[in-house]
């Protein structure tokens, strides 16, 4: 059974038909990219497999427990995790803080209370850092970090809880080109333990790090299949050339 | 706006504001320990100087115990982003059940009646927070604040016109605190009294801020929605620091209610939350001693203003114009000018370069 199954997902905002039946598939272990023209209900789907709003009709089943109705909260410890697009990354706390807040969500009020996790966790937040190239600036406030290095913080953040399945939506935006390079270097490693959906605008990244393509238009899925089967397909061809 | 330590504080301002602040930032430098050392100081020596002066002891015993509601609000506002109006009813509330408590029962001992107020004050506030921030959907901060508005103002409605209480004239003559055989009237046995307990509470709060826990209030106050995504309950958080500054508020009122031998409609109403507030901002919110310093300043000015005959009539304005020209000018309070961004806010993890 596949890791997160989406079946006849609709949505709609007052009369604009946001998502209209979409089935998806996401395989464990796997990299799944959400790619389509602007306003094909990219985001909205992403929003409806994190709980940030719910969808109007359809399930969406995550390790075959049904979480359409879930709460954020719900769905963060079943073990899904999302990247915003606008990155929310807390600006008045350091950038290590940021990071420990993520990696310390698992404990209970007590330990909390407590601080009886600050010194086992630091191994693994310094880990994350190092990763993500943020230990330099540790003791920095995440607002004084650059709009990519912000990008970076926020997945390490997704990261730190530990997920399943990492929802990243546009994880490249405002990037520069080295910078988005880097991050599909800095996200290979997660496939051993976590499946991947991603939002993007930037077809190259994509390509290069995704295994599965959904291509949605006007709320629906258009059409779906490995990259190679995509970059073939004539029905996405058709859209991305005469509309984009 | 009020106070940048709120919840509604933006993400964008910041990063532009702040950025260029950054080298500055890092290497700041801890003063609220040394705020709190001159206070302590302070304290101990009140009763010693002014042990002439029964009045002026009696005017620090005061501070000591409105420190404990401004501290309550400190906890609700400060640390934990939740705007209450309504402090004053588990002050109020916790002392008209200590002085009911002396009244119909005649027992008064510190033991018993402390941890009643203690828990009277828990128990409403706990009540209250599960009414307002227990819903499926997340609760504004103005439905907040207007929801313990109307509580505070219900309650004072309730009480003047409710005879068992005493109606419109409260409780008066409350049954002196004991312990053992010995009784605590004014003067500096109860100083000391209220100053341990405060200590005690202040101790617990500080602790509270400095823990992890204290890291999850301060990203609440941030941006409450992506602490949910982290897998917070963040309202259940709130809900948890919302009784235990209840706790404290009651701790306030019941000591109170026995240091004045009297409590009334007024000490639960809108009157004294909004004082709460106050002390809080002007002190400077978010730093728990600067509440404590806002309670000292606001009480302190109201006694001499009020004694000096030219401005008898109309001391309270003064006072008015004073605080509002604080709280428009100077919205992180007197602390604010002492204490950085950045230490008010909190740092948790890591600070070994630098600081």
């Given at each position: 059974m596949a890791l997160l199954q989406i079946r006849g997902v609709s949505k709609t905002f007052r009369t604009l038909r946001a998502l209209d039946g979409v089935d998806i598939d996401v395989e464990a272990g796997t990299f799944h990219g959400l790619i389509g023209?602007?306003?094909?209900g990219k985001s909205t789907l992403l929003k409806a497999i994190a709980g940030a709003h719910f969808a109007d009709t359809g399930t969406i089943v995550f390790e075959g427990r049904d979480i359409t109705r879930a709460t954020p909260y719900e769905r963060a410890r079943a073990g899904l995790s999302l990247k915003f697009q606008i990155t929310a990354v807390l600006p008045e706390l350091s950038v290590y803080d940021n990071v420990l807040l993520a990696t310390q969500s698992g404990e209970s009020l007590a330990r909390l209370l407590l601080s009886s996790s600050r010194r086992a966790l630091d191994g693994e937040v310094s880990g994350l850092l190092e990763r993500f190239r943020l230990i330099d600036r540790a003791d920095d406030l995440a607002a004084e970090l650059s709009h990519g290095e912000q990008q970076w913080l926020e997945i390490a953040m997704a990261l730190a809880l530990k997920p399943k399945l990492l929802l990243l939506d546009e994880p490249t935006g405002g990037m520069s080109p080295e910078e988005r390079h880097v991050t599909g270097k800095l996200l290979e490693p997660i496939k051993a333990h976590c499946a991947l959906i991603i939002v993007e605008h930037d077809l190259h990244f994509i390509r290069d790090i995704c295994d599965q393509l959904t291509v949605l238009d006007q709320g629906k899925v258009l059409d779906q299949g490995d990259v190679e089967a995509i970059q073939r397909s004539a029905k996405v061809q058709q859209v991305f050339t005469t509309r984009v | 706006m009020l106070t940048d330590a709120g919840p509604g504080l933006g993400a964008a301002p910041a990063r532009t504001r702040m950025g260029r602040q950054a080298g500055r930032a890092r290497a700041f430098r801890r003063v609220l320990p040394w705020v709190e050392a001159v206070a302590l100081i302070v304290a101990l020596a009140v009763p010693v100087v002014l042990s002439e002066r029964t009045d002026l002891v009696t005017l620090a015993t005061n501070v000591l115990i409105l420190s404990l509601l401004a501290i309550s609000f400190d906890l609700c506002w400060g640390l934990s982003g939740i705007m209450s109006f309504g402090q004053a009813l588990f002050f109020g509330v916790a002392g008209y059940a200590i002085a009911l408590v002396g009244r119909d029962l005649e027992f008064s001992q510190l033991w018993g009646t402390l941890p009643l107020a203690m828990l009277v004050g828990l128990l409403l506030a706990g009540l209250f927070a599960a009414f307002l921030l227990l819903g499926r959907k997340p609760p504004t901060t103005i439905f907040v604040a207007l929801g313990t508005l109307t509580g505070s103002y219900a309650a004072e409605r309730l009480v003047s016109g409710w005879q068992y209480v005493g109606a419109g004239n409260g409780l008066s003559s409350v049954k002196l605190l004991q312990f053992g055989g010995y009784e605590f009237v004014e003067g500096t046995a109860f100083y000391f009294l209220a100053l341990a307990l405060l200590l005690l509470i202040y101790a617990g709060a500080r602790f509270l801020k400095q823990s992890q826990l204290g890291l999850v209030l301060a990203g609440m106050r941030q941006n409450e929605e992506r602490l949910a995504f982290f897998g917070y309950r963040v309202q259940l958080f709130k809900a948890l620091v919302f009784s235990l500054a209840g706790m404290v508020a009651g701790l306030g009122g019941a000591l109170y209610s026995y240091h004045q031998g009297f409590i009334g409609p007024g000490n639960m109403g809108p009157g004294l939350s909004t004082t709460a507030v106050l002390y809080c901002l002007l002190g400077g919110s978010g730093t728990l001693i600067g509440p404590v310093i806002g309670t000292a300043t606001v009480e302190v000015l109201s006694y001499v203003l009020s004694d000096i005959d030219a401005i008898k009539q109309f001391w309270p304005v003064i006072l008015g114009l004073v605080l509002l020209t604080v709280v428009m000018f100077q919205p992180k309070g007197i602390l604010g000018m002492l204490v950085s961004d950045r230490e008010r806010i909190g740092a948790y993890g890591r600070r070994r370069r630098g600081g």
């Open positions: 023209p602007n306003g094909s | -």
